[in-house]
């Protein structure tokens, strides 16, 4: 296969692959558990180098074999790579053929598939049916403001999980892709490692996009612009390629830019070119977000979207309608409201610091576990818990660590207060603050005294006021960590230093652990009974 033909398929033929194997947005990592899945699938064997390659994580020095197509095809569910050539030709899949029907006849169709497939891959893999999500309002008003600008690129500036992917498939679906849509430019849209493969490919990215635009106006929106997704010396080579696009003389064509990247991704790239006017005169900036380094755009949800989301679910509308303060807010960020939007359709049961416990607990398992080394982050965070229990104001008593303070904004743990530094900085949510807390403070000194640390919440006076909720996070680390002495749980029970009030609302929510995992009961059937308050007995695991 030539290259001229390669050029019109690979890029096509990968995003079938992804949405095949359930993701739209491939790491080099999983490169290797996709080489596995393709074997078994086919039994045509395509390396992990082979993949990075045509999936832009490492230098293509020559064109992919007839081999190599023909496994992806047949892994992409196609009989032959003939037969996905000849359907690409046409049309992509039976839901672009859908999607192609809300596209006006104005719309360059060379790039509308392009856009089509990866709106396809975002819907798929949308953690709440696409059809339920949001169009954000706000978010298509600052698209549209940049339109009319004279700036050339606008950064959307999120950490994960904040809502990037899904504002930007509803903006251009809205803005580009339908019948009503407001702008007429050709509509570019892609994830950042699909269009570095197209430029890969391509001898003069420029001509490329003259050709493929005759009429000189193109959008391009670019989505996953992050090290998760290329390394950073790519990303920069990508951003440096695109600067350069829309700096080109207008005269050939007029090309605007949208890029959605994490804070860490943006400040690494900026950092170079911070005060080059050739840069700062590109940039589409909202004034009314001074912290657009940590999140531009990418906002939380406010009470008009919260109710608009949860609309076609009224059960749960009530429930988080009457819940705390601390827990609507944690559910304005979109990546929460989505883990509990599951939760709730999985056991249609409401606890509300359960659920809020867990989407807390997943997120760190997830960050701390990942195979990399995340000491000097959880020792950055241990900082920052002890000048707050010791309630001290100044930034000095936290040590520049820029890298840890990029990591933990990108994950949305901590967030960055009016300076933006490393060192005035605070957690994102309560939740987080208290799981952080006895993470940092209670659980390795389990060995040393119980009532140590009860006395220490009941008369710190920043912990005392969160009491109950640390006395559920030792709980629940007690009864989930098996190298703890689950007697510990019974000696805090057992403390005078709980109130009735308390010691009703701790127990209970031990009993409702027990409930919600199973593998607990046993451990608790060994704990004395009169532990327990009388109203929480009755719910107690019996032997």
């Known amino acids: ?58 230098r293509k020095s020559f064109e992919f074999s007839s081999y190599t197509l023909e496994a992806l095809a047949l892994y992409s569910g196609y009989k032959s790579l003939a037969g996905f050539a000849e359907k690409a030709g046409n049309t992509k899949t039976a839901d672009t053929v859908k999607l192609k029907t809300e596209i006006p006849a104005t719309v360059n169709i060379a790039c509308s598939e392009d856009a089509l497939q990866t709106l396809l891959s975002v819907k798929n893999s949308s953690g709440i049916p696409f059809s339920e999500t949001i169009e954000r309002k706000d978010f298509n008003s600052f698209i549209k403001k940049f339109m009319s600008s004279k700036q050339r690129v606008a950064p959307v500036i999120g950490p994960a999980g904040s809502g990037k992917s899904i504002a930007l498939a509803h903006a251009v679906q809205s803005l580009w892709l339908n019948e009503k849509a407001p702008f007429k430019e050709t509509c570019l849209y892609l994830h950042a490692h699909c269009l570095y493969q197209l430029i890969a490919l391509k001898t003069s990215f420029s001509e490329w996009i003259s050709a493929l635009n005759p009429s000189g106006n193109l959008v391009m929106v670019i989505d996953s612009f992050d090290e998760r997704c290329m390394p950073m010396q790519k990303l920069k080579f990508l951003f440096d390629k695109l600067t350069s696009l829309a700096t080109e003389d207008s005269d050939k064509h007029n090309v605007k830019i949208i890029i959605a990247m994490r804070p860490s991704c943006w400040r690494s790239i900026m ?28 906002l939380p949800f406010t009470d008009a979207e919260q109710d608009l989301l949860l609309a076609g679910h009224l059960h749960l509308s009530a429930h988080i309608s009457t819940s705390s303060a601390p827990f609507v807010s944690l559910l304005k960020y979109p990546a929460y409201m989505e883990q509990v939007y599951n939760l709730w359709l999985e056991k249609n049961e409401f606890n509300e610091d359960y659920l809020a416990m867990q989407i807390v607990r997943k997120q760190a398992h997830h960050f701390f576990n990942n195979g990399q080394s995340r000491l000097s982050q959880f020792h950055y965070l241990q900082r920052i818990v002890e000048r707050n229990i010791n309630n001290i104001d100044s930034t000095d008593a936290i040590e520049e660590d820029t890298d840890s303070f990029a990591a933990l904004t990108d994950h949305h743990f901590l967030q960055p207060n009016e300076s933006t530094t490393s060192t005035d900085v605070s957690f994102s949510s309560v939740y987080f603050e208290d799981y952080f807390t006895v993470l940092s403070l209670f659980i390795p000194q389990y060995g040393s005294g119980v009532e140590d640390l009860l006395e220490l919440i009941f008369y710190n006076s920043r912990l005392c006021d969160r009491k109950r909720q640390l006395l559920k996070w030792i709980a629940m680390e007690t009864l989930y960590n098996r190298n703890t002495n689950l007697w510990n749980l019974a000696r805090i029970l057992e403390s005078p230093a709980l109130n009735e009030k308390d010691k009703r609302e701790v127990s209970s929510f031990v009993l409702h652990l027990s409930h919600e995992n199973p593998f607990l009961s046993p451990a608790l059937m060994h704990l004395p009974e009169n532990i327990f308050t009388a109203e929480a007995r009755y719910q107690r695991p019996y032997a």
């Open 1 to 58: 296969m030539n290259q001229y033909a390669q050029e019109k398929i690979v890029p096509s033929l990968i995003a079938e692959v992804l949405s095949k194997y359930g993701k739209h947005n491939l790491l080099p990592s999983d490169c290797k558990n996709l080489s596995n899945d393709i074997i078994k699938v086919t039994g045509f064997t395509v390396s992990e180098t082979t993949l990075k390659r045509i999936m832009g994580f490492a």
């Open 271 to 298: 950092q170079p070119l911070n005060g080059k006017q050739s840069v700062d005169h590109l940039l589409f900036m909202d004034k009314s977000y001074p912290q657009y380094d940590y999140m531009h755009q990418a």
